[in-house]
């Protein structure tokens, strides 16, 4: 018997209707390991703040920062899913796999931006729910929309993206932004190229096949080693800035101080490596080390806070 | 012209758990509207001028 149109089409076609992502799939499009540091971060900067905020408040307002996270993150993987696919670390992203189609993606990130940033300026104030908005511009416009694709700089000016965190969550404390809160965001500003610039060493091919203009694919791997090694030392002094501000104090001071130095160390060692392997295998160290650097330094001024430890006299 | 595909079982089971989840969201959302009102009126009501 002849099949009729409709019924060949269905057996040919691998068409659905759309929408058969699994909830683990819309989960991972909010990037949970990224939203982990940003909700770290963003309570490191509440408790930092000056004056108080309401308990549920302030779990409010952590709630809407992650949420605003995973909105960039969601939207992030809508507009990059063409290069995601070719990247071995992006591939089985929910876009790219197929299992969430680009506009759900689209809906869903747009959807929460709009909400956690309504929540934000509705529960707590309009000055941390407008660094919000600004937050999830800078990375799905200024970021992922031109710089990523234009500029082997992309990772410096859009590391600012994940320094706002705990300035938002700072001004949904304080109402305001002190110099405290932008002390917290240049640490993280500063840490944010050398921890890229790591990974891109040792996933120099991955860019290089996807287009992404990443400094070793642009201007080479040993000028990649030696930003590295400069940012590192650039940390040092970011890294005093809490301490300048009145915002961390003496334990701080100490474990920081070792931290960093240590910091510079392996950044020294990526710098001074030659063979391919030997760098790849440095360049896997420090990456690894910077998330731990970062989570302790964050850490030291959140127990210094939580324990009333005396703070340093503000310089500034 | 593209005919879609009828559901299979899977997309069947993945919606059912992808409403559980909507549905529990919408819950968190009204006891988080619910509670943070309460939280940020605090005495006002009962402190107000009649």
């Known amino acids: 018997m002849a099949q009729r149109p409709a019924e060949l089409a269905t057996e040919t076609l691998p068409t659905t209707l759309g929408g058969q992502g699994d909830v683990a799939d819309f989960v991972a499009l909010l990037k949970p390991r990224v939203m982990s540091l940003v909700v770290f971060s963003a309570v490191v900067g509440l408790v930092a ?25 969601a939207l992030n993987m809508w507009y990059d899913a063409d290069i ?3 990247m071995k670390r992006t591939a089985s992203r929910p876009v790219p796999r197929g299992a969430v189609s680009p506009q759900e993606a689209l809906g869903f990130g747009l959807t929460l931006a ?29 970021y992922t929309m031109w710089l990523k694709r234009w500029t082997p700089q992309n990772i410096v000016i859009g590391g600012a993206a ?12 304080a109402n305001s932004i002190d110099l405290g809160a932008i002390a917290l965001f240049l640490l993280i ?8 610039w790591a990974l891109a060493l040792f996933r120099e091919g991955d860019y290089e096949k ?79 080390y910077s998330i731990i650097w970062l989570f302790a330094m964050l850490l030291l001024v959140l127990v210094e806070h939580l324990l009333a430890l005396p703070l340093w006299t503000a310089v500034f | 012209m593209q005919v879609p595909q009828p559901f299979s079982p899977d997309d069947l089971a993945r919606r059912r758990r992808r ?15 619910f509670i943070t009102t309460l939280v940020r009126l605090g005495g006002n009501v009962a402190e107000r001028v009649l």
């Open chain 1, 49 to 73: 703040a000056p004056g108080s905020i309401h308990p549920w408040l302030g779990f409010v307002a952590i709630l809407c920062i992650a949420l605003g996270a995973g909105a960039s993150g």
């Open chain 1, 84 to 86: 995601d696919a070719l």
């Open chain 1, 114 to 142: 709009i909400a956690s940033v309504l929540m934000l300026g509705l529960f707590v104030n309009v000055l941390a729910a407008a660094l919000l908005a600004f937050t999830i511009f800078f990375y799905v416009v200024i």
């Open chain 1, 162 to 173: 994940g320094a706002f965190p705990p300035m938002v969550a700072w001004a949904a404390a």
């Open chain 1, 189 to 196: 500003f500063f840490w944010t190229p050398p921890h890229f």
């Open chain 1, 210 to 288: 996807a287009g992404v203009p990443m400094l070793p694919n642009v201007a080479g791997r040993p000028e990649t080693k030696k930003q590295i090694l400069l940012y590192s030392i650039a940390l040092l002094p970011a890294a005093s800035l809490p301490l300048l501000t009145g915002t961390a104090g003496n334990l701080y001071a100490i474990a920081g101080s070792l931290l960093t130095l240590n910091f510079i160390r392996l950044a020294m060692a990526v710098f001074k490596a030659s063979a391919r392997e030997n760098e790849d295998k440095a360049s896997k160290k420090l990456f690894g």
């Open chain 2, 19 to 33: 409403s559980i989840a909507m549905a529990a969201v919408l819950i968190i959302m009204v006891a988080l509207f």
